[in-house]
């Protein structure tokens, strides 16, 4: 049991390495605030043992079965991926006409950070069927599998919590000159192109 839960937690580490939308999300969030950051984290990873828990009852199958049901996912996904980035230039090109240390004024209520984090993951059908095909590979061979399935997607999401928190801790140690007039619209610019490509790219496969 031991050397399945490392080889998991190892796996656990490739997978949030990877850069992807939540990854983007996450860092813009905490070029806000700390506290957006981790509540955008959380949002993230509710919607990873979210997941977990549909792929444990064998709910994602139906997914993966079902043409339409993943299309109209995908289509949903990128929809909300493109309004991500498009929110995200516009804050930058907001940005361009405020004084510095302005927009910091212009609060967003952490409900909104959890929210965004959570349609981000929710809205992934990638992620609903990778979770299928990647937790049951760590189910021990005479283990219950409900009970170990829904157990790896808890230990996953909160390894990820952990995880993205160092990347929200190293923004805000690095917030002094990421938050620098110019930076910060930069890296803004450069989430939301991001996001857009994602998005676009999603909405195009086929």
């Known amino acids: 049991m031991l050397s399945t839960l490392l080889a998991f937690l190892g796996a656990c580490t490739l997978i949030a390495a990877s850069p992807g939308p939540s990854t983007v999300l996450i860092i813009k969030e905490s070029l806000r605030s700390r506290r957006s950051g981790f509540l955008t984290v959380l949002g993230n990873e509710?919607?990873?043992?979210?997941?977990?828990?549909v792929a444990a009852f064998g709910?994602?199958?139906?997914?993966?079965?079902?043409?339409l049901a993943y299309d109209v996912m995908r289509i949903v996904g990128a929809v909300v991926l493109v309004v991500f980035g498009v929110q995200t230039l516009w804050q930058a090109r907001r940005a361009d006409g405020q004084?510095?240390?302005?927009?910091?004024?212009?609060?967003?209520?952490?409900?909104?950070?959890?929210?965004?984090?959570l349609l981000l993951n929710l809205a992934n059908p990638k992620a609903a069927i990778f979770a299928m095909s990647f937790l049951?590979?760590?189910?021990?061979?005479?283990?219950?599998?409900?009970?170990?399935?829904?157990?790896l997607a808890?230990?996953?999401?909160?390894?990820?919590?952990?995880?993205?928190?160092?990347y929200v801790w190293f923004v805000g140690r690095m917030k002094a000159v990421l938050s620098r007039a110019g930076v910060r619209r930069r890296l803004e610019q450069v989430s939301g192109g991001v996001l857009l490509l994602l998005g676009a790219r999603l909405a195009l496969e086929s």
């Open 46 to 53: 509710t919607g990873v043992f979210v997941w977990g828990l």
């Open 59 to 67: 709910l994602t199958a139906l997914l993966a079965a079902s043409e």
């Open 99 to 117: 004084p510095e240390g302005m927009d910091e004024a212009v609060g967003k209520s952490g409900w909104a950070s959890y929210r965004g984090g």
């Open 136 to 151: 049951p590979q760590f189910v021990p061979e005479g283990a219950p599998h409900l009970p170990t399935m829904v157990g």
């Open 154 to 166: 808890a230990l996953w999401a909160v390894f990820e919590i952990g995880y993205y928190g160092l």
